[in-house]
């Protein structure tokens, strides 16, 4: 049984674009309660990833694992699905609500 190989990075591109993460906090303090409420029921707990600081270097070596067809992280043959509690301790964000679904 020789098992399967993946070999996605034969096919796999990945472009990064920023936007300014100082515009994006200029416009969420513009917004009223009543506009940001809307923004949360919407979206969720996205905002409080404005007020994160990213480990750059954790981020680009977790990025070259992250399977976009599984949407999952994929070491070999192992494929890891985090848990939200996992996230937030990657993030170190204690905000996000972990009785909440997420899509």
């Given at each position: ?6 070999e ?36 969720g ?32 043959k ?26």
């Amino acid at each position: 049984d020789e098992g399967y190989v993946l070999e996605l990075w034969d096919f796999t591109r990945i472009n990064v674009t920023q936007d300014s993460l100082q515009e994006l906090k200029e416009i969420w303090d513009r917004w009223n309660n009543e506009v940001r409420q809307l923004f949360y029921s919407n979206y969720g707990d996205l905002p409080y990833l404005l007020d994160m600081k990213v480990d750059k270097h954790l981020f680009r070596a977790l990025v070259q694992f992250w399977n976009p067809a599984y949407s999952c992280f994929t070491f070999r043959k192992v494929h890891l699905v985090p848990t939200i509690e996992e996230y937030m301790a990657l993030l170190q964000c204690s905000k996000i609500q972990v009785d909440r679904v997420y899509s």
